[in-house]
């Protein structure tokens, strides 16, 4: 089974069950008359819903992450430059070309390898 | 039976388990009520001891069951704090546990962080960077010749 069709059966599986609790507790209130009956639908989207939330701020933090590692060796080199002297302003162009070259060798690479070039 | 009938079923009969304990509490409070209209000195006596010592299972301040209510906030505490769960510091053992789905999130999200972070250069010696400074610099010099030679020709 695709990773795609699991995901799908997961997301028809949490509507299903979300339904299923809202029509028992709409039976229960309505039909039934029982006026207390717990809220069970509302509080299970609450708990349903930090799954997602909880998704969504791994991808954020995981980002994060890679951006500081990409961006690591760069600040370490105008940090190493910076340290020995060298005017912070060149330090950072010098950084800065490197990114910059590196970058463009990346598109070079990618373009040349997917025959655009 | 494959897994999604089990939960079916779980899920059903979870329902009708807190369908029975909300009618029991109709039930029990109707009795309640109108043995309170009565002013019999034995209820009194009987809601004083309940509002004293009865459990979650017994709303003090209305003098009502409520079975239901604590049947689901049992059910609620299992499912957020071991199923869907949730992770945490703890600053005395400077360790980070994890509990449930959520746990699980973070935990692939914190070794993967973690990886990256350990893993990231921090620090470069003086003579790389003098190296690839001069390699910058030719480079640039080369890049220049070449672009005001195409200008030119």
């Given at each position: 089974m695709s990773l795609g069709a699991i995901l799908l059966m997961a997301l028809l599986a949490v509507i299903g069950t979300l339904l299923l609790l809202a029509a028992v507790e709409k039976f229960a209130r309505e039909?039934?008359?029982?006026?207390?009956?717990?809220?069970?639908t509302s509080d299970m989207w609450k708990f349903l819903k930090r799954i997602p939330d909880a998704l969504t701020n791994a991808v954020k933090n995981i980002i994060n992450a890679l951006a500081d590692f990409i961006k690591a060796p760069f600040e370490a080199f105008y940090n190493t430059l910076m340290s020995y002297g060298l005017e912070p302003a060149f330090a950072q162009g010098i950084a800065t070309l490197i990114i910059v070259l590196t970058v463009i060798g990346i598109i070079l690479a990618i373009a040349k390898w997917r025959g655009w070039l | 039976m494959s897994i999604g009938t089990l939960v079916l079923a779980a899920i059903l009969i979870f329902c009708a388990i807190l369908i029975l304990a909300a009618a029991v509490d109709a039930a029990l409070n109707a009795i309640i009520e109108f043995l309170e209209d009565k002013h019999l000195d034995w209820m009194i006596d009987l809601i004083e001891w309940l509002d004293n010592?009865?459990?979650?299972?017994?709303?003090a301040d209305n003098n009502r069951f409520r079975i239901a209510s604590w049947l689901w906030d049992s059910i609620k505490y299992v499912i957020s704090q071991y199923i869907i769960g949730y992770s945490v510091y703890d600053e005395w053992t400077g360790k980070k546990y994890y509990y449930g789905i959520v746990g699980l999130i973070d935990y692939i999200a914190d070794q993967i962080t973690g990886f990256l972070l350990k893993y990231r250069i921090a620090v470069i010696d003086i003579t790389v960077a003098r190296a690839i400074a001069a390699i910058m610099l030719i480079l640039a010099v080369i890049g220049a010749i070449w672009a005001i030679r195409k200008v030119i020709t």
């Amino acid at each position: 089974m695709s990773l795609g069709a699991i995901l799908l059966m997961a997301l028809l599986a949490v509507i299903g069950t979300l339904l299923l609790l809202a029509a028992v507790e709409k039976f229960a209130r309505e039909t039934l008359g029982l006026e207390d009956f717990p809220s069970i639908t509302s509080d299970m989207w609450k708990f349903l819903k930090r799954i997602p939330d909880a998704l969504t701020n791994a991808v954020k933090n995981i980002i994060n992450a890679l951006a500081d590692f990409i961006k690591a060796p760069f600040e370490a080199f105008y940090n190493t430059l910076m340290s020995y002297g060298l005017e912070p302003a060149f330090a950072q162009g010098i950084a800065t070309l490197i990114i910059v070259l590196t970058v463009i060798g990346i598109i070079l690479a990618i373009a040349k390898w997917r025959g655009w070039l | 039976m494959s897994i999604g009938t089990l939960v079916l079923a779980a899920i059903l009969i979870f329902c009708a388990i807190l369908i029975l304990a909300a009618a029991v509490d109709a039930a029990l409070n109707a009795i309640i009520e109108f043995l309170e209209d009565k002013h019999l000195d034995w209820m009194i006596d009987l809601i004083e001891w309940l509002d004293n010592n009865a459990g979650p299972w017994w709303d003090a301040d209305n003098n009502r069951f409520r079975i239901a209510s604590w049947l689901w906030d049992s059910i609620k505490y299992v499912i957020s704090q071991y199923i869907i769960g949730y992770s945490v510091y703890d600053e005395w053992t400077g360790k980070k546990y994890y509990y449930g789905i959520v746990g699980l999130i973070d935990y692939i999200a914190d070794q993967i962080t973690g990886f990256l972070l350990k893993y990231r250069i921090a620090v470069i010696d003086i003579t790389v960077a003098r190296a690839i400074a001069a390699i910058m610099l030719i480079l640039a010099v080369i890049g220049a010749i070449w672009a005001i030679r195409k200008v030119i020709t």
